[in-house]
């Protein structure tokens, strides 16, 4: 063959090679942008569904920090609402482009509103402290108070006492004297037939004006009571007095004598006088006879 003839043929079969060259490249770089398109759609949709799961979550852990029951519920339903979304999400296909963009678009709704509840909710919060905050000062100024008026009750009821205390009756000047049968003075207990007690009632502006029974109770050396058959109460106890008299009280010093009828045998020693009024013992006082 001729040179003239296989030189051009050559160029031809040149070309052709260049040619398959090139369109193999191509189809090769398509198919790798492809691949490339695939792996970014697939990573694209895993990090959707990593955004559903955490927004699930993050309405569990709302839910825990709240107690109106309202916003509970509402937050359940938002949270079945995006577990839906995540289930259909991991049906799809990655190159399903169309239901990847639905649930693109429903993906940022979600977050919308999952951003609001958490304004919401820490709106709520705020107020909440707010709410306890103020308690706790009311709670502690009505402690104060309590305190106060505690304070003051004491205080009353001290005066009370004070008052009370300043109120009683005060025998004084007490004396007993033995008496014959003729009225006369006696020296010796053998010869008394009547003892006559003396006192005084001090003067005091505080104290009830009025009406006052005064109880007189006589000991005998041995302890016995000389009773005039009746009792009084005194400190929680029940005991026997020897005389009783009623006598006209009107703040100012009072003389009283009471009489008691000498019955039995009374021996020589130290006896002893107590005088009661108004449920106190108001005065008392030891005499030695012979």
Request: proline letters at 1%; charged letters at 25%; glycine letters at 6%.
């Amino acid at each position: 063959m001729k040179k003239y003839i296989w030189i051009p043929l050559v160029v031809v079969i040149l070309l052709l090679l260049a040619g398959l060259a090139g369109l193999g490249y191509f189809f090769y770089q398509e198919r790798q942008n492809n691949i490339a398109m695939q792996e970014l759609a697939a990573l694209d949709k895993q990090e959707m569904e990593n955004e559903y799961e955490r927004f699930a979550q993050q309405y569990s852990e709302m839910k825990t920090q709240i107690t109106n029951d309202s916003i509970i519920a509402q937050l359940t339903q938002e949270q079945l609402r995006t577990q839906q979304l995540l289930e259909e999400l991991k049906r799809v296909k990655s190159d399903d482009a169309r239901e990847i963009a639905r649930l693109k678009r429903e993906l940022a709704t979600v977050r919308a509103v999952l951003r609001d509840y958490v304004m919401q909710i820490d709106s709520l919060n705020r107020l909440n402290q707010n709410l306890i905050a103020e308690n706790t000062r009311i709670q502690e100024e009505y402690d104060v108070a309590t305190r106060r008026i505690e304070g003051l009750d004491n205080e009353r009821q001290e005066l009370s006492e004070r008052v009370a205390i300043a109120a009683q009756l005060d025998a004084t000047a007490i004396s007993m004297s033995l008496l014959k049968k003729n009225g006369k003075a006696a020296k010796k207990m053998k010869d008394c037939k009547n003892i006559a007690i003396s006192f005084n009632i001090a003067r005091n502006v505080t104290a009830t004006n009025g009406q006052k029974t005064i109880y007189v109770r006589i000991n005998t050396p041995t302890g016995e009571t000389l009773n005039g058959g009746g009792t009084i109460a005194f400190e929680n106890r029940t005991i026997e007095y020897s005389i009783k008299k009623v006598i006209e009280y009107s703040g100012e010093e009072t003389p009283v004598t009471v009489y008691w009828n000498v019955a039995e045998y009374l021996g020589a020693g130290t006896y002893s006088v107590s005088i009661f009024a108004d449920g106190n013992m108001i005065g008392s006082r030891n005499f030695t006879f012979n």
